[in-house]
T-cell receptor, first 110, second 113 residues
Framework: GQQLNQSPQSMFIQEGEDVSMNCTSS?????WLWYKQDPGEGPVLLIA?????ELTSNGRLTAQFGTTRKDSFLNISASIPSDVGIYFC??????????FGIGTKLQVIP | SAVISQKPSRDICQRGTSLTIQCQVD?????MFWYRQQPGQSLTLIAT?????????ESGFVIDKFPISRPNLTFSTLTVSNMSPEDSSIYLC??????????FGEGSRLTVL
């Protein structure tokens, strides 16, 4: 099925650094969702975005709904070791099924 | 967030056998789905679990291999039939709210020998 393009696919960062990742699609969405998956666990919803241009924060995480409705961004400030995991974006249009990105694997070096 | 309970959390199965995974969600959920996540991969939708009727399967997935039931609003089962090593994956039950937010269970990690 269709998947979103997520980049970067993996990244190593130093503890304390800020992280940026993005998600792009050839189709528009009216909802963007960002998830984090720890090893051996199911994905956990971090942030949901419902409006073009919307900027939403959840602690050190900030996500934005791109104005074109074809992209979204997730930023993590002052990374810590427990930020390690795989981050997935997902897009939704109306009552259609959710489409997932390929994931960004984040590793934090203490 | 939604409460989604899934069991078993993991299992090791022999080739040719079948395994049924159960999922219980809270009553705020409007839609239920089953996903598969193969090692190192993203999430692939298997089917939409429809209450009281046959599930709606995505391309590449068939009812004979992955029969799904949803007898009521908050409970669903997925059976992985006649398993082979290629079926070794994490199987995830999800519940969706009316707002579109999708919540996952812990997943069932299946290893087929």
């Amino acid at each position: 099925g269709q998947q979103l393009n997520q980049s970067p696919q993996s990244m190593f960062i130093q503890e304390g650094e800020d992280v940026s990742m993005n998600c792009t699609s050839s189709s528009i969405f009216n909802t963007w969702l960002w998830y984090k998956q720890d090893p051996g666990e199911g994905p956990v919803l971090l942030i949901a975005l419902y409006k073009a241009g919307e900027l939403t924060s959840n602690g050190r995480l900030t996500a934005q709904f791109g104005t074109t409705r074809k992209d979204s961004f997730l930023n993590i400030s002052a990374s810590i070791p427990s930020d390690v995991g795989i981050y997935f974006c997902a897009g939704l249009l109306g009552y259609q099924k959710v489409t997932f990105g390929i994931g960004t694997k984040l590793q934090v070096i203490p | 967030s939604a409460v989604i309970s899934q069991k078993p959390s993991r299992d090791i199965c022999q080739r040719g056998t079948s395994l049924t995974i159960q999922c219980q969600v809270d009553s705020q959920v409007t839609m239920m789905f089953w996903y598969r996540q193969q090692p190192g991969q993203s999430l692939t939708l298997i089917a939409t679990a429809n209450q009281g009727s046959e599930a709606t399967y995505e391309s590449g997935f068939v009812i004979d291999k992955f029969p799904i039931s949803r007898p009521n609003l908050t409970f669903s089962t997925l059976t992985v039939s006649n398993m082979s090593p290629e079926d070794s994956s994490i199987y995830l039950c999800t519940g969706q709210y009316g707002t579109g937010e999708l919540f996952f269970g812990e997943g069932s990690r299946l290893t087929v020998l």
